[in-house]
Every structure is written in structure tokens, then in C-alpha cells.
């Protein structure tokens, strides 16, 4: 820590080695009491560091920076994803396809099923319909009411 003329300065005037992993720390999701036990610094001295100007500027530099890194993967995904769909295409109806071993196949329909899926174009969750429920209000029916409705539809799978 640097020192003014009259004791210790309130910030941190220079960013040591170990003032930078205690930012990447940060930026990962550690909070203060958890680097005063990693670094072995009273929770005053961790304090000053974080609420440092120096320390806050090189925190929100890292931050930026995984920014900056997750939307290139991001924009880099969505450049495959054509070629990926066309793999997939290939695979459906392409004879030279045949000429891969079976394992060969796999691994690319795989493949090009994930980089869809991390592109944002893979499988979405259907919401779970509760039939007549979708616009009636639970609250507003009686016990008996709610029981065999709860019953119809717990048989109503059985029965196909």
C-alpha cells in the first residue's frame, strides 16, 4: 500500500501482482470476507484495497474484457451455424456422407447439434399446459373441484 505524509493512504496508489488476482477474484464472485481469509488481510486492509480507484478501474477493465471475450464466442457461434445446419443437411440426404465411418457421423451430427444449441437455435422447453386450468383461476375453485380435476388429469395419461 502506498503511504501519504501523514500514514497510510486510504487507497491503494499502485497495483501489485497480488492486487490483480484479488481482482480477478472479485470479478469472479468473491466478496470481501472471502479475500480477507484467501489473502490473509484484515478485513480493513481489504476495504481500502476494493474500494480503491486503481483496484475498481482494473475490476471493471477484467470485466469488460470477459465481456468483450463472451460475445465474440457468441458472434463466432452464430458464424457456425450455417455450416453446422449444412452438415446436418448433408447428413440427411447427401451420398457421399456414406463414405464416413458410422463414428465419423456421429461426431458431427453432435457437433453440429451443439454449436446450434450454443448459437441460441437449439431445442426450447414447452411450458407444461394444465388443459382447462390455462384460464381458470385455481384459487376460485373449491377443494372438491380442484381434487377431481387434479384426478382426471393424472388419469388421463394412464388411459392412452
Given at each position: 500500500?502506498?503511504?501519504?505524509?501523514?500514514?497510510l493512504?486510504q487507497?491503494?496508489?499502485?497495483?501489485?501482482?497480488w492486487?490483480?488476482?484479488?481482482?480477478?477474484?472479485?470479478?469472479?464472485?468473491a466478496?470481501?470476507?472471502?479475500?480477507?481469509?484467501?489473502?490473509?488481510?484484515?478485513p480493513a486492509?481489504i476495504?481500502?484495497?476494493?474500494?480503491?480507484?486503481?483496484?475498481?478501474?482494473?475490476?471493471a477493465?477484467?470485466?469488460?474484457?470477459?465481456?468483450?471475450i463472451a460475445?465474440?464466442?457468441?458472434?463466432?457461434?452464430?458464424n457456425?451455424?450455417?455450416r453446422?445446419?449444412?452438415?446436418l443437411d448433408?447428413?440427411?440426404?447427401?451420398d457421399?456422407v456414406?463414405k464416413?465411418s458410422?463414428?465419423?457421423?456421429?461426431?458431427?451430427?453432435?457437433?453440429?447439434?451443439?454449436?446450434l444449441?450454443?448459437a441460441?437455435?437449439?431445442?426450447?422447453?414447452?411450458p407444461?399446459h394444465l388443459h382447462?386450468?390455462?384460464?381458470?383461476h385455481v384459487k376460485?375453485m373449491?377443494?372438491e373441484?380442484?381434487?377431481?380435476?387434479?384426478?382426471?388429469?393424472a388419469t388421463?395419461g394412464?388411459?392412452?
Open positions: 500500500m502506498g503511504r501519504h505524509e501523514r500514514g493512504s487507497h491503494i496508489t499502485q497495483l501489485r501482482p492486487h490483480r488476482n484479488m481482482a480477478r477474484q472479485v470479478v469472479a464472485g466478496r470481501p470476507g472471502e479475500l480477507a481469509e484467501m489473502y490473509g488481510y484484515t486492509m476495504t481500502r484495497i476494493i474500494n480503491s480507484p486503481l483496484f475498481k478501474a482494473e475490476v477493465r477484467m470485466e469488460q474484457r470477459n465481456e468483450d460475445v465474440d464466442v457468441n458472434a463466432d457461434l452464430k457456425m451455424a450455417p453446422a445446419a449444412e452438415v448433408l447428413e440427411l440426404g447427401d457421399d456414406a464416413l458410422l463414428q465419423e457421423r456421429h461426431l458431427r451430427v453432435k457437433t453440429a447439434f451443439g454449436v444449441d450454443r441460441g437455435y437449439g431445442r426450447k422447453d414447452q407444461v382447462k386450468h390455462e384460464h381458470l376460485e373449491s377443494d373441484e380442484l381434487y377431481r380435476d387434479v384426478i382426471d388429469m388421463e394412464e388411459s392412452g
